[in-house]
């Protein structure tokens, strides 16, 4: 049996030991200490600004949502899931780092959807007051569901 020894000065130990623990300290809040909201998400804290928000892509909207619900964001990507969030990352947001978090989801009527036949909605998905998704969708069965910019369907 070998037995190695060493000596170990406390002082060099202590200042490697606050070197890894402000490296890692800093490594968290870079990358993960951040909230899992996209950047240019708007603030939305109330039913005035959710509406505004809509607005501020061209669309005329019922001043009170048809419907709100929490909703369940999946934990694991579905085909339909990974669809629907490539939609999102096509206008700035993503909904993976919500997987398994419970958010708001804010129903509108659309009024000036151009050449609707059917209701058309506006979708909001909001945590934490941020908008983190949603889409517009043209209930008409040849409807087609888009990101919020009002320049696709015209």
Same mark, same amino acid.
């Given at each position: 049996m070998l037995v190695m020894?060493?000596?170990?000065d406390k002082k060099r130990l202590a200042i490697i030991a606050a070197g890894v623990v402000a490296l890692v300290v800093a490594?968290?809040?870079?990358?993960?200490?951040?909230?899992?909201?996209?950047?240019?998400?708007?603030n939305v804290s109330g039913n005035e600004d959710r509406v505004?928000?809509? @607005?501020?892509?061209?669309?005329?909207?019922?001043? /009170?949502? =048809?419907? +709100? @619900?929490?909703v369940?964001?999946?934990?694991?990507? /579905?085909? =339909?899931? +990974?669809r629907y969030n490539a939609l999102q990352q096509s206008q700035g947001y993503d909904l993976s780092p919500y997987a398994g978090k419970t958010v708001m989801r804010y129903v509108y009527t659309v009024k000036n959807y151009p050449g609707a036949t059917e209701p058309v909605?506006?979708?909001?998905?909001?945590?934490?007051?941020?908008?983190?998704?949603?889409?517009?969708?043209?209930?008409?069965?040849?409807?087609?569901m888009q990101g919020f910019q009002k320049t696709a369907v015209e």
């Open positions: 020894t060493a000596k170990v490594l968290i809040l870079l990358l993960g200490g951040k909230d899992a909201t996209p950047t240019g998400t708007a505004q928000f809509l @607005s501020s892509f061209g669309w005329e909207v019922a001043t /009170s949502p =048809v419907q +709100t @619900s929490q369940r964001i999946p934990e694991s990507a /579905s085909q =339909v899931f +990974t909605y506006a979708t909001l998905l909001i945590s934490g007051n941020r908008v983190i998704g949603g889409d517009i969708t043209d209930t008409a069965p040849t409807g087609l």
